[in-house]
């Protein structure tokens, strides 16, 4: 794989293209302007590399994901959030959309904390997205993620957030169950008992997928509204796909004639998946 590198990276953004994998696999990100000297000088580098991703991470099973440069657009994302780069909010709200054809794991899980990072800006194009009548279902839940991230890092634009999902939500009709199930989810994780009644109005419909966080209920308790079930516990799996019960019983069967029985865990033998 043959890297077009423009002619004119600084020796900053040079240094950030050569850190490779063990950087970006580390937990703790690292203090990309302290340790590379990036300033606000190299932002418009750094978002020609993000924009370039399918030039360093091509959909090719020949491609050499252990080269260095692969790994380069993470660390540009990074950098530019820890820069509070806005000039990349195009560019990041288009890489989020986009990651429905690309399918990069690193996006979903990265570029949300990185549009927390930039800050509240990214609330309006976030907004337009799930407003929309046809959205994806990853998008989605990137989208709904960054806006969870943003409400949870600038408290006072929570409400913001809350209506952005709810937006997204209020569309429960004509939703996939699973996109209504990841909207309930972020609001969930921003504590949104405010929006109490439009989401019993969605499982009131039936318009939820139970997989994710369970029924109406869970989502009292989960946000404090209730302290317990009021009704017996669901078997969501069971509800949600047909032949689940023989699935279980089959793998059950082939656990107990298995030699690795004893390190089975217990829960799976009762039936609690």
């Not at 989605?140 to 890092?153: C, P, Q």
């Not at 699973?178 to 949104?192: D, G, K, R």
């Not at 047909?242 to 033998?269: H, Q, S, Y």
Request: with cysteine; charged share 30%; hydrophobic share 40%.
């Amino acid at each position: 794989m043959t890297y077009t590198f423009p002619k004119d990276f600084s020796d900053p953004v040079l240094a950030l293209c050569a850190l490779g994998e063990d950087p970006a696999r580390q937990l703790e990100w690292m203090d990309y302007p302290a340790e590379l000297g990036l300033t606000e000088e190299h932002i418009p580098e750094l978002i020609r590399i993000v924009e370039d991703i399918e030039v360093f991470m091509p959909y090719d099973e020949d491609v050499d994901d252990d080269a260095p440069e692969f790994f380069s657009p993470i660390h540009a994302w990074r950098a530019l959030g820890q820069l509070k780069a806005e000039e990349a909010v195009p560019t990041l709200i288009e890489l989020l959309i986009s990651n429905d054809d690309l399918d990069i794991d690193w996006v979903m899980d990265e570029i949300p904390t990185v549009m927390a990072l930039i800050g509240s800006v990214f609330i309006p194009a976030l907004d337009e997205y799930l407003s929309r009548e046809d959205v994806s279902e990853m998008v989605v839940s990137g989208v709904s993620d960054a806006l969870a991230e943003i409400g949870k890092t600038y408290p006072e634009r929570r409400m913001d957030c809350i209506k952005a999902l709810e937006a997204g939500l209020k569309k429960y009709r004509t939703n996939l169950r699973y996109v209504n199930a990841t909207l309930i989810y972020f609001l969930t994780e921003l504590h949104s008992t405010e929006s109490d009644a439009l989401i019993k109005q969605a499982y009131d419909a039936d318009k939820v997928d139970l997989t994710l966080l369970g029924d109406y209920e869970d989502y009292q308790i989960d946000v404090g509204l209730i302290e317990k079930r009021r009704t017996p516990q669901r078997d969501y799996m069971a509800e949600e796909f047909e032949g689940v019960d023989k699935l279980r019983e089959a793998i059950k069967a082939t656990i107990k004639t298995n030699e690795l029985f004893n390190l089975v865990d217990p829960d799976i033998l009762k039936g609690n998946f």
